[in-house]
């Protein structure tokens, strides 16, 4: 089997339960022998920092510059790994450059996400994010997708809950802000919502496994078991009958 590539640490809960999803999906996808063989190989890189350089007020430049440390260990990820992936969706808005950086294939879950959009027919979308979902908002505009986000103060609440969660710091608290986000976006009539960072599933627990919902964490997942275990370097899609 290939050589999985995560980019993580961004943050580190998101990426335990991104490879915790590694491990489920292999169980159900790929013939189990005794002992842990079964199971793709894994290198793993954790960025301790924003991926992104940030201005003296702790805001973003723009356009997004990868921090440079990101990408040495991006660097690392490329000389152990056959191909890529990243458990955090903002950096894909930079997939080229760290693409480049690896020099190994990235398994683009932002590309995943639009390609299971179009698979359920959804033409008028929920997405949440930290911050504004530019990274879905973006190209499902472009498409002519109708595209619905929380605005403030519901928005500001849920950042603090998954920056909270990032820091280890989770109470009721937080799920019951992102649990009414989804509601929120629920009311105005989307046909799904886009879970659109990768520690919003954790703060909403089983309630993430909606049929509404969309987890890009578990697509992605899928679909690296998927491309491990075989010897296409293009990834096949999530099948319709595969758990979410």
Not at 40 to 51: E, G, K
Not at 67 to 82: I, R, S
Not at 89 to 114: K, Q, R, S
Not at 221 to 244: E, G, H, Q, S
Request: hydrophobic share 45%.
């Amino acid at each position: 089997m290939k050589t999985i590539g995560v980019l993580g640490g961004l943050g580190p809960q998101a990426t335990m339960d991104f490879v915790a999803r590694l491990h489920a999906a292999s169980q159900l996808l790929i013939p189990q022998p005794s002992g842990n063989s079964g199971y793709p190989p894994l290198a793993v890189y954790y960025h301790r920092n924003p991926p992104v350089l940030l201005g003296d007020d702790s805001m973003p430049l723009m356009p997004l510059q990868p921090d440079p440390q990101m990408l040495e260990g991006v660097k690392w990820l490329g000389q152990t790994a056959d191909f890529l992936v990243i458990t955090a969706n903002v950096p894909h808005m930079m997939a080229d450059l760290i693409e480049e950086a690896a020099g190994i294939p990235l398994l683009n879950m932002v590309e995943l996400t639009l390609a299971e959009i179009a698979r359920r027919s959804w033409h008028h979308i929920g997405a949440l994010a930290l911050g504004e979902p530019k990274v879905y908002s973006g190209p499902l505009s472009e498409q002519g997708q109708k595209v619905e986000e929380i605005g403030s103060p519901l928005r500001d609440l849920l950042d603090q809950a998954i920056l909270r969660l990032m820091a280890g710091h989770t109470s009721n608290e937080e799920t019951a802000v992102a649990l009414e986000a989804v509601e929120e976006l629920r009311s105005r009539g989307v046909d799904g919502i886009i879970l659109g960072c990768t520690e919003i599933p954790l703060l909403l627990g089983e309630t993430a496994n909606a049929a509404d919902l969309i987890n890009p964490a578990q697509l992605l997942a899928d679909a690296a078991v998927r491309l491990a275990a075989n010897n296409d370097l293009m990834p096949a899609l999530v099948d319709a009958d595969t758990p979410r």
